[in-house]
Structures are given as C-alpha cells and as structure tokens.
C-alpha cells in the first residue's frame, strides 16, 4: 500500500513543481505591490521583471516550500503509524496528506512573502533602512530593499532637486535610472525621486534610517 502511494505521489512532482513556481511569482509579485505601490514604484523602475523575481526569490522559496512539506510529510507519517497502532487508520485519511501538504506550504509561503512585507512601506515612509526576510536567515524570500545612502550630485548643470540630498533610501535601478525615496520630513509626505545613475555618486551613510527633522 505504501509503495502504491508513494508512486502516486512522484507523479504529481513535476505538475507540482510547475505550480509551486506560478504561485511563487504571483506571491512574490504581490508582495512588491504591497511594498512598492504606497512609494509610487512599479517593481521593474528597480529591476525587478518576471526572470529577475524568480531569480532572486525562487531560491528562498523554493528551500522553505520543501522545508515545510518535508516537517508536515514526517508529521504526517508519524500520526499514521500512532493511528495504525490503535487501529484507527483508513486509507482514505492518507489520500487527504497531499492536500494537507499543500495548504501548508502555500501558507508557509505566504507568511514568508506577503505577511511579512506588509509593515516595510511604512517603514520606508518613516526613513528606516529595510532588509528583506530571509528564510533560515540566509536566502531572501522577497528581495525588496532600502538603503539609507548620501547622493552627491556629479552631473552638470546641476538642476534644483527640492529634497535634501544628504540622505535618502536607495530602492535600486534599471535602465541608468536610480529610483530613491526622500522620506517624510516636517509633516510633508516623502517623494519618489528618480536620478540618472551616471550623474549621481551614492554612498552608504552607514546608519538605520534617514531620521526626518
């Protein structure tokens, strides 16, 4: 019998892969709009496009999917045999584990993605450096960002910014566009500001945030 589901179970690896990777990209992608929507950012102003997303995420999530999967399968095979022992096990309640299985690692991949950006826009808003989180400490889940850095402008002429240069939040770039984020200051709303990458020098300041005054 074991031997029968289990071949039943590596036939369904290759469709489940393919969907794991759907529901990846569209977590992923729904995790950026969370983050990047309030900053007036579309994800690919920072480049991060469809390969780039899957690139940077699909590593992450993919180690915390089979994590998760492999916990919940030892779990799984663990109550069978306690219910095999009493004499309460039906194959019917084994043909539920893969469903079981996959509710459990979508919403392990949801917490990782969407859950856990929901709070960094307004982070950014406020001036605070964000990192992404990164599954078992090491692989980022989400790769979104912002770097509290100082802009000298190198270009000429020089045009009048309106934001104070000395320190902003580099959220990446595409195209020569360096997208950064001028937060909140004196009770005004920050700006999204967009500079050409090869007229501006920037540097880390080193610190967690861009403290408004």
Do not use: N
């Not at 036939?11 to 990209?25: D, E, K, N, R, S």
């Not at 998760?68 to 109550?79: D, G, K, R, S, V």
């Amino acid at each position: 019998m074991f031997g029968k589901d289990l071949k039943e179970w590596l036939g369904v690896i290759a469709p489940a892969l393919t969907l794991l990777g759907i529901i990846a990209y569209l977590l992923v992608r729904i995790a950026y709009s969370i983050f990047y929507g309030p900053l007036h950012v579309s994800p690919d102003e920072v480049g991060l496009g469809y390969a780039q997303s899957l690139a940077d995420a699909g590593v992450g999530l993919f180690l915390l999917a089979v994590a998760t999967a492999a916990l919940a399968a030892l779990l799984a095979l663990a109550f069978r045999l306690a219910l095999k022992r009493e004499g309460l096990w039906t194959p019917a309640l084994w043909r539920w584990t893969p469903l079981v299985l996959a509710f459990l690692v979508l919403a392990a991949m949801t917490e990782a993605t969407v859950f856990r950006t929901l709070p960094r826009a307004d982070q950014v808003r406020q001036g605070h450096r964000v990192e992404p989180y990164r599954t078992f400490y090491l692989i980022p889940a989400v790769p979104i960002s912002a770097e509290p850095v100082r802009v000298t402008w190198i270009g000429s002429p020089r045009p009048r910014f309106g934001v104070d240069l000395s320190c902003l939040l580099y959220l990446g770039r595409a195209d020569g566009i360096a997208v950064l984020y001028a937060p909140l200051r004196g009770g005004k709303d920050g700006v999204t500001v967009r500079l050409p990458a090869t007229s501006i020098v920037m540097v880390s300041t080193g610190g967690p945030s861009c403290a408004p005054t």
